[in-house]
């Protein structure tokens, strides 16, 4: 499948009730040709709003957590498993997550990365194990194939509770590390 052709896809979908109340198609942004890809659970209003993940405050906290650890916005890939906002930015029911889990599973297969980040509970439990604990699980690389996965904080859960703030810079700079090492062990064209 190609791009655009994953896109329209999305954007055509009524796998869920979600596509009648959104305002925009939240489908990723960043590099189609990252080592890192992040993954969050679903669209917030901002979100909604612009078409683009990760662009109100957990956003833009996310990207200051980017380039304390030096990793360019532009060279990773951020997408969500919805695609669509729920109301009120609720947690997404099993359901949604079922209509839209194949389209993330697309993105993967068109973008190869090396790492995939969960970016908070939900997005861990759906991609690493179903009884994902993020405040003991945090930080943890798990092989799945052939991919790397770890699980962060949600930026959000940050702007609640700032004292998780230096986990996540933890966090952060290992996978900075990790991705450095798996880039350098990777053969020479």
């Not at 080592?35 to 990760?54: H, K, N, R, T, Y």
């Not at 405050?57 to 916005?73: F, H």
Request: net charge neutral; proline share 5%.
């Amino acid at each position: 499948m190609e791009w655009s052709e994953l896109e329209a896809k999305c954007a055509a979908c009524h796998g869920c009730a979600l596509w009648q109340t959104r305002t925009n198609l939240v489908f990723g942004t960043g590099s189609r040709t990252a080592s890192l890809m992040f993954v969050g659970e679903a669209p917030g209003e901002q979100e909604d709003l612009s078409g683009i993940p990760f662009v109100g405050a957990a956003g833009q906290l996310l990207d200051k957590y980017l380039e304390a650890v030096g990793i360019a916005r532009e060279e990773v890939y951020i997408a969500n498993i919805l695609k669509c906002r729920p109301p009120r930015n609720r947690d997404p029911l099993p359901e949604e997550q079922d209509a839209c889990i194949g389209h993330l599973r697309e993105q993967v297969k068109l973008i190869r990365p090396k790492m995939i980040v969960c970016l908070g509970r939900i997005s861990a439990m759906r991609l690493i194990h179903p009884d994902y604990r993020i405040t003991k699980e945090h930080g943890q690389m798990v092989k799945k194939g052939a991919f790397l996965l770890t699980a962060v904080y949600h930026p959000s859960a940050l702007l609640r509770d700032a004292s998780k703030k230096e986990d996540m810079y933890r966090d952060m700079k290992a996978i900075r590390d990790t991705l450095r090492t798996l880039e350098a062990a990777e053969p020479q064209a």
